[in-house]
Every structure is written in structure tokens, then in C-alpha cells.
């Protein structure tokens, strides 16, 4: 059984461009939520999909975005990329009946602003 | 105060020792508690999770969770030096809510 694949692995983005990440969740997992790493706040949650719909919101600037598509794979994306982006973000997908108690990782996506 | 507290460490142990990592919180709301083992260059993998106060026991690890003085441990016995990582605590309010997260303790067992 496939793991949660996160594309691309590592991406270097200039000030001010914007950029969109992949997650690709196990397969029968509807619910994708995403994490952003940095070694100073650690995991800070970003939003949670479900059914292509935004179940719940974390508190960063609108700048960052998500969506779900039919098949349960979600992107996010970040405009105006600021230095202070730069980290590892991070998927985890969950089945509706374990939720959040048996959520699985992909291995990431770092992203490094200059 | 943030929701959940975690030493960073790093902490370092000889194989073999008893390795006993920590996590406080504040939230009274917080009624599961996970824990992750992340290796470096990877992503977070689920060890265990439990729900109710009491012990959980899986393998060489032990989750132990106690409601009342918002407090929850994880154990691991027999250490290895392959059991080296960041080890990270989460917790939610609800199946569905946002797993907090503690910073992660940085483990290095050293044969």
C-alpha cells in the first residue's frame, strides 16, 4: 500500500514568486491536512480538507491556500513567497473513522526561499 | 504559555538504557495523545496513540498518559541506536481537530 507521495521533494523559490505543493494522500484516506516545520515554531498546522471541502484553518495569512480535488489529492499554494516561508511543509492524510488519532506523513517538501 | 510543552533536549543514552521522553500541556480539551518518531530528511511516522490515563504498551514502547496532572510519557526500553530521531508528541481535542504538536526531543542512542 502507497504511502502519502508529496511533490516535489525540494523547490527554491525567489522573494515574491508563488508556489504550489502536492500531496497525494493513501489511497481510501479523504481527509489531507497541512503542516509547515520550521526549527523555531516546530509543526504548525496550516488547513485540513475533507470531501474537497476546508474542514478547519490554522492561523497564517491568506497567502496560504489549499484545495481538494475529487480524488482526494490537495495542493497548496503560497503567493508571494516571503524569506520567513521557507521550511518543510508537510501532508498527512486520515481515514474518517480513526481521524486526526491515525493521521500518516508524507515526507515532505522543503521549500527554500532566497 | 504554548498548548503543549517539550523538552528539546538533545538527549543521549548509551544501547540498552531506558529512554523516557516527555510532553506537558495545557488544554484540558485535549482528550488523545499521539506520538511521532521523525528521522531527519523524512517525515513524522505515527507510533502510538492512546486516549484513556494509563499505559499503553507496544513492543519496546510504552505511552503513558496522565489527565490529571496534564502529562504524558513515552518509554522505550532496550534502546537502539536505530531508535535515533526527533521524537514529537501530538494531541487533539476531537477525532477530527488539528493535532498540536510539541517541538520534539532529539534522541541519540549511542552504541
Known amino acids: 500500500k502507497a504511502g502519502v507521495t508529496q511533490t516535489p521533494r525540494y523547490l527554491i523559490k525567489t522573494r515574491g514568486q508563488q508556489v504550489t505543493l502536492s500531496c497525494s494522500p493513501i489511497?481510501?484516506?479523504?481527509?489531507v491536512s497541512w503542516y509547515q516545520q520550521t526549527p523555531g515554531q516546530g509543526l504548525q498546522f496550516l488547513f485540513e480538507y475533507f470531501s474537497e471541502t476546508q474542514r478547519n484553518k490554522g492561523n497564517f495569512p491568506g497567502r496560504f491556500s489549499g484545495r481538494q480535488f475529487s480524488n482526494s489529492r490537495s495542493e497548496m499554494n503560497v503567493s508571494t513567497l516571503e524569506l520567513g516561508d521557507s521550511a518543510l511543509y508537510l501532508c498527512?492524510?486520515?481515514?474518517?473513522?480513526?481521524?486526526?488519532?491515525?493521521?500518516?506523513f508524507g515526507q515532505g517538501t522543503r521549500l527554500t526561499v532566497v | 504559555q504554548k498548548e503543549v510543552e517539550q523538552d528539546p533536549g538533545p538527549l543521549s543514552v548509551p544501547e540498552g538504557a531506558i529512554v523516557s521522553l516527555n510532553c506537558t500541556y495545557s488544554n484540558s480539551a485535549f482528550q488523545y495523545f499521539m506520538w511521532y518518531r521523525q528521522y531527519s530528511r523524512k517525515g513524522p511516522e505515527l507510533l502510538m496513540y492512546?486516549?484513556?490515563?494509563g499505559n499503553k504498551e507496544d513492543g519496546r514502547f510504552t505511552a503513558q498518559v496522565d489527565k490529571s496532572s496534564k502529562y504524558i510519557s513515552l518509554f522505550i526500553r532496550d534502546s537502539q541506536p536505530s531508535d535515533s530521531a526527533t521524537y514529537l508528541c501530538?494531541?487533539?481535542?476531537?477525532?477530527?481537530?488539528?493535532?498540536?504538536f510539541g517541538k520534539g526531543t532529539r534522541l541519540s542512542v549511542i552504541a
Open positions: 501530538a494531541m487533539i481535542s476531537g477525532r477530527n481537530t488539528p493535532l498540536v
Open positions: 498527512a492524510s486520515s481515514r474518517r473513522t480513526e481521524g486526526n488519532t491515525e493521521a500518516f
Open positions: 492512546t486516549y484513556s490515563s
Open positions: 489511497s481510501g484516506h479523504r481527509s
